[in-house]
């Protein structure tokens, strides 16, 4: 019943170009040169999909969902798994957990405010949370689990059978709505009211002196608003900053099992497969030398909760970031010419002083909120269905 | 003698209906003269070594949890003992582990029948079938490429680099190995029961219309009308591995289903009149493999021997080869005694155990930068 996903190369090169068109001609704050971005903005509410409309009963079973261990190959894994509430609904190691006798080979993002992003995982392999769901249930170093055994499982739950008739109508769970319902629930893990936020609402005291101070340096003399934009503080475009290599890929024997794992089951040249040290990123979803070591820009909210940081979690407090980004970024497989040289020619040495460092990173911590706890929920059993 | 598939069917309803009293005749094929001792077939010493350590090494299931030997264990005959299987963590089986011992010389493996291509089909997949062993081979290729032990022992049995295609050629190469040895009925030491029980074998008991050729099977599938086993239908977590195991094979209107359909999946006759079928097991090492059946529902032999006496279970679609047979309990008892007989010495040995520890983590590849993956 496993099956081999066949890779698809579809529509990311549409969606940067339309990324790098929707940034054009939106008036904000100019920056050095003669560029403008998108100017931050407070943060709305996110958008809901018309086929997948919220509600109540929706988002309770979907949260139920997200804890549920059945939902995964062994029974072991659930979304809550890599994604705990108590570690920025992320998890707090370079690299994600990984299903049982595995680890995972990038650093687990968070789910909050996941629901405003177009473009999900550190790639963008998925265009929707209910797409990206069940991406994460079945991948071999994450969840493993197999559509039937999962959609069969639910059936064996009666309060399953219970809500999803009540949500989606059907007589049996389906696995399809399973995901919508998880999607649903995460469209509410959304924190919008940092003093950030509550700043760009016109709430003038919402930021101290300091974190003032670092926001107009993360506007203007740091050019973080290059990536850093708009309501999200992301333009969801692809860049290459020159992180290095994850450490682990060097030193655990289980990490160099999952990383060639990965570049062999995404696909590369039989060159490739032998010679790569460092993570492809976008290359894997266009196979185009120029998006070798490339990820989505991430969104900055809540970041104070998800340390570590990066597609592979080299840096491990707000801190570090700024300062890799001070020295003009770093270097990596791909700035080097040994697969490629596609550094972003954005990142330059800043010349911040050490004040103007500790200004951005007070910047970044109003830009983090409150915590978002949820009591964990009770989980129904199976049940042996009535005899016919 | 070798007849046809279709003469062997002729002679069967002959011999049916003899043994259903209808008419006293002399078969017209006297059975059992290709009975007689299992032919080893070649294998690779390097190669089948190979094989026993992946056979016996935990790391190639999804979560590194079982082997392939966590059900097909020597001591039980390469059999679990159990009635019903064990299965991948979060799935319970719904069939009775079968024996591997002569398992390279079947046509065709499951007890369904559902693979009859070759063990490299049938390695594959067990090592991926969610609630067998739930492995991406991917993953598992470059588990066993970690593993410095194995990469020099493919190197050693010439099968290059670790692959997932070679790791399927290899435990299949260890599966030759596995082959029945020392059974009385082979070595001509059966006591007079046995000997007797052979008489009533190949004769009034009519086993041997199924149960023929040195395996002691027709590798074809019947009914015999052996009962479900309730089991499999009240613990929610059988009855779930089972209901997305008949989704995926196409089984009709599966979550209403109460019945294991067996061989039914090869062509879903409309008529139902396959449902129920399972293939013939072989009746050599079942001293081992006890408890017995598709789905484990008899204990002992002398039940199994009861069962046939009585002409097989209650089901719409048995077999018309099942008639009540009409066998003394002295009878059954040779019989008991001749099945005992097709069992050999243990294959518990070194030679098919991997007995050395199997690590379960694996170490770095030092200068991992300077290596080729």
């Given amino acids: ?388 | 003698m070798k007849i046809s598939r279709f003469q062997e069917g002729v002679a069967r309803l002959l011999c049916a209906s003899a043994l259903a009293g209808a008419a006293v005749a002399t078969p017209t094929v006297t059975w059992g003269e290709d009975l007689g001792p299992v032919v080893a077939p070649e294998f690779n010493a390097a190669k089948a070594e190979l094989g026993r350590r992946l056979f016996f090494d935990a790391r190639l299931s999804g979560d590194a949890a079982i082997s392939c030997a966590s059900c097909h264990q020597p001591e039980n005959g390469f059999t679990d003992g159990l009635p019903l299987s064990k299965a991948y963590p979060g799935s319970d089986g719904f069939r009775n582990t079968p024996t591997l011992i002569n398992t390279s010389l079947k046509a065709n493996w499951f007890h369904d029948g559902r693979l009859g291509t070759n063990l490299n089909d049938v390695t594959r997949e067990s090592l991926t079938e969610d609630y067998s062993m739930n492995m991406d081979m991917r993953l598992m290729q470059e588990r066993v490429k970690q593993d410095p032990v194995y990469v020099e022992m493919f190197e050693a049995a010439g099968m290059g680099e670790p692959s997932n295609g070679g790791i399927r050629k290899l435990i299949p190469e260890y599966l030759k190995t596995l082959i029945s040895k020392n059974a009385p009925f082979d070595t001509g030491t059966m006591s007079d029961a046995a000997t007797r029980g052979q008489e009533l074998f190949t004769g009034k008991a009519g086993c041997i219309a199924c149960h023929d050729g040195p395996r002691l099977t027709d590798d074809s599938r019947h009914n015999t009308g052996v009962p479900e086993n309730p089991e499999i239908w009240s613990n929610p977590v059988r009855h779930m591995t089972y209901a997305a195991f008949a989704s995926f094979m196409g089984v009709e209107n599966y979550m209403n289903v109460r019945r294991d359909v067996g061989a039914y999946i090869w062509d879903h006759k409309a008529d139902g009149s396959t449902i129920g079928t399972f293939i013939t097991p072989t009746l050599r090492e079942l001293t081992y493999t006890a408890p017995y059946m598709h789905n484990g529902m008899i204990g002992s032999l002398a039940e199994v021997v009861a069962f046939y006496n009585a002409g097989g279970g209650d089901d719409a679609n048995k077999d018309a080869l099942l008639q009540p047979l009409g066998l003394s309990d002295g009878e059954q008892a040779d019989l008991v005694a001749f099945l005992e007989a097709l069992s050999g010495d243990p294959l518990t040995s070194s030679d098919y155990v991997w007995e050395d520890a199997i690590p379960t983590n694996y170490p770095a590849i030092e200068n991992w930068r300077e290596q080729k993956n």
Avoid at chain 1, 44 to 51: E, F, M
Avoid at chain 1, 58 to 74: A, H, N, S, T
Avoid at chain 1, 137 to 152: L, R, S
Avoid at chain 1, 271 to 293: I, S
């Fill in chain 1, 1 to 388: 019943m496993k099956q081999i996903n066949t890779f698809s190369l579809l529509a990311s090169g549409a969606v940067v170009s339309m990324a790098i068109a929707g940034a054009v001609g939106l008036t904000a704050p100019a920056l050095a040169g003669d560029m403008a971005y998108p100017a931050l903005e407070a943060l709305g509410q996110p958008p809901i999909p018309s086929d997948n409309q919220m509600t109540e009963a929706k988002i309770e079973l979907g949260k139920m969902l997200f804890w549920d261990p059945r939902l995964g190959g062994d029974a072991s894994t659930a979304c809550v798994t890599c994604h705990e509430p108590d570690q920025g609904w992320a998890f707090s190691d370079s690299l994600s957990r990984g299903y049982p006798g595995t680890v995972h080979w990038r650093n687990s993002q968070s789910v909050i405010n996941s629901a405003y992003l177009g473009q999900l995982f550190w790639a963008g392999s998925a265009k929707s949370l209910e797409k990206q769901a069940p991406s994460a249930a079945k991948g071999a170093v994450a969840g493993n689990g197999e559509n039937d055994v999962m959609e069969t499982r639910l059936a064996f739950i009666p309060e399953y059978r219970e809500r999803f008739n009540d949500v989606f109508g059907t007589e049996w769970p389906r696995i399809g709505d399973a995901w919508a319902a998880i999607a649903a629930f995460e469209r509410t893990l959304v924190v919008n009211d940092t003093p950030v936020d509550r700043y760009l609402n016109g709430e003038t005291d919402a930021l101290n002196e300091q974190q003032l101070a670092g926001m107009e340096l993360f506007n203007g003399k740091a050019g973080c608003i290059q990536c850093h934009n708009g309501p999200q503080a992301t333009d969801e475009n692809y860049y290459n900053l020159g992180v290095p290599p994850a450490e682990r890929w060097e030193e655990d024997g289980l990490a160099q099992i999952t990383f060639r794992y990965e570049i062999y089951a995404k696909g590369v040249t039989q060159e490739m497969y032998r010679e790569l040290k460092d993570d492809p990123g976008l290359y894997f979803r266009t196979k185009e030398a120029d998006h070798l070591g490339k990820f989505r820009t991430p969104p900055l909210r809540y970041t104070a909760y998800t340390a570590p940081y990066m597609h592979n979690g080299t840096f491990w407090d707000l801190e570090e970031v700024v300062r890799f980004y001070n020295d003009g970024g770093g270097e990596n497989d791909f700035t080097d010419g040994t697969f490629a040289s596609t550094k972003t020619p954005k990142l330059q040495p800043l010349g911040l002083t050490d004040g103007e460092i500790g200004d951005l990173v007070a910047f970044l911590e109003a830009f983090s909120g409150d915590e978002v706890t949820v009591e964990a929920p009770a989980l129904p059993p199976y049940a042996a269905l009535p005899s016919q």
